[in-house]
């Protein structure tokens, strides 16, 4: 923590901050303060994956992909964060059975909008309990055209139905997708009904340049079944 704070970390470098000795509420500031120096390595890989840091945390992880000055091909793993719900209840829909991963997306998609996040950006944001509610920010930032190339997102066992895989088909075939896109959907059971409307998106021809989706095994199953029919 001490180089990443002093600008002394080396490409590729990941820091886990799980058991870090820092308070949880500011770890995310430490972290928020070394990336808005610009002095951050690309490929740097910060994993907050089932820490404490709280909502302050995210937002301000959330401000620092604004500012222009992250590095790139940066990881941030979110994935199983704890959380509260203050304040964003207002914000989220109410048929949202749980909100923790639905704040993240709404967070981060805000920040994805801002195009100004770095490229080759990858976020993981697995077991958070997002819903149909919270990936609706994810795809208003991909249609919005402002998201990076080479953008990761890695959003596997959140509770995700066929709702979100029709927003996802008519984002990819907005022609506003970023390059490179890489989108994991493991551990989401989508029925025929919405992966036959991916498959229509693939098919269209306007899927953007070197998308790349990784679904569940059985979801994968189906797709294989319907592209024969």
């Not at 928020?32 to 909502?55: E, H, T, Y």
């Not at 829909?93 to 801002?114: H, P």
């Amino acid at each position: 923590m001490k180089r990443l704070h002093q600008g002394n970390a080396k490409p590729g470098e990941e820091y886990e901050f799980q058991h870090s000795h820092i308070p949880p509420n500011n770890i995310a500031a430490v972290v928020q303060r070394a990336l808005l120096s610009g002095q951050c390595p690309s490929r740097l890989i910060l994993n907050f994956s089932c820490s404490n840091i709280g909502d302050k945390g995210v937002r301000l992880l959330g401000e620092a992909l604004q500012s222009g000055r992250c590095p790139k091909d940066l990881c941030l793993n979110l994935s199983g964060i704890k959380t509260t719900v203050d304040g964003f209840m207002k914000t989220l829909n109410a048929e949202s059975g749980n909100l923790f991963g639905d704040k993240y997306a709404l967070v981060l998609g805000k920040a994805l909008q801002s195009g100004r996040c770095p490229s080759g950006l990858s976020l993981y944001l697995v077991l958070t309990s997002m819903s149909d509610v919270g990936f609706k920010f994810i795809v208003k930032a991909l249609v919005s055209g402002n998201c990076p190339q080479g953008l990761s997102l890695y959003i596997a066992w959140n509770d995700l139905t066929d709702r979100s895989c029709a927003m996802l088909a008519t984002a990819l075939q907005s022609g506003k997708c970023p390059a490179r896109l890489r989108i994991g959907l493991q551990g989401i059971h989508f029925t025929n009904a919405g992966l036959s409307k991916l498959i229509t998106a693939f098919k269209s021809g306007k899927c953007p340049p070197g998308l790349f989706l990784i679904l569940d095994r059985v979801c994968e199953t189906l797709a294989e079944e319907l592209i024969q029919t």
